[in-house]
């Protein structure tokens, strides 16, 4: 966040009674995704992000944490000619050679999986879901908000990281899915087969809102609290 909107965030503002500048105390991390055709922005001009995370830290219900919001498409937006396996491919290992390090080092972070969380709407989903599920050594808690995660099968998605439960429930401590009830994304159908094959997931389900920022906003609000807890 960008501490200038609420009482206590963890990037600029006030946290547990002193500033993050005057501080010493290391936080967890949440990388936070925008949608196909949006950027870095978004989350904050259109989501107010900076503000369902400051009202929940300062109820106590979320933990301080560092949100890093980065542009998910980097080289050029979607355009003519361009598959969806192309748009944002070389988002992952900029996220996961630079970003990630460079946000380590410069900044009060507890630097490993366990307090690493990602998340994302839309294309942004997807992206959280491709990054998390291939590098369950750098991520313990993932969410996706009308994920545009389609035809997803638990059997070999992922290399089939779905199909030891006991394990995959043993690495990710959180898994968070939502969606609004008047768009049709199937992210109902993919909790209900996640669950079939034993893998732990929270599913919300926002009352009358399609794909949009209304959804979206209440469904960080819905993930943030679980975050960071175990």
């Known amino acids: 966040t960008d501490g200038t909107d609420g009482p206590c965030d963890a990037a600029g503002g006030v ?11 290391k936080y967890p991390v949440l990388y936070l ?67 990630i390090p460079y946000i380590d080092a410069n900044f009060r972070t507890k630097a490993d999986r366990e307090n690493r969380a990602m998340a ?12 998390v599920l291939t590098n369950l050594d750098k991520f313990a808690w993932m969410g996706a908000f009308s994920g545009a995660i389609f035809g997803l099968n638990v059997e070999n998605a992922y290399d089939g990281v779905f199909t ?10 959180y898994m ?12 109902a159908a993919m909790t209900d087969n ?3 094959a034993g893998i732990k997931v929270d599913f919300y389900e926002s009352q009358g809102t399609a794909h949009e920022w209304l959804t979206w906003r209440r469904g960080l609000n819905q993930f943030i609290p679980h975050l960071f807890k175990k």
């Open 15 to 25: 946290v547990d009674g002193e500033t993050y500048e005057k501080g010493k105390k």
């Open 33 to 99: 995704q925008h949608g196909m055709g949006e950027d870095e922005t978004g989350w904050s001009k259109q989501g107010h992000m900076q503000h369902i995370m400051d009202n929940a830290i300062h109820e106590g219900r979320a933990v301080p944490m560092i949100v890093v919001m980065e542009c998910g498409d980097v080289a050029a937006p979607f355009g003519r000619g361009m598959t969806h396996a192309q748009y944002g491919a070389s988002f992952y290992p900029v996220l996961l050679n630079d970003l």
């Open 120 to 131: 994302g709407l839309s294309w942004g989903g997807k992206q959280t879901f491709d990054v």
């Open 164 to 173: 030891n439960a006991d394990e995959f429930n043993k690495k990710i401590h």
């Open 176 to 187: 968070f899915l939502s969606c609004g009830t008047d768009e049709n994304f199937g992210t």
């Open 194 to 196: 996640l669950r079939k």
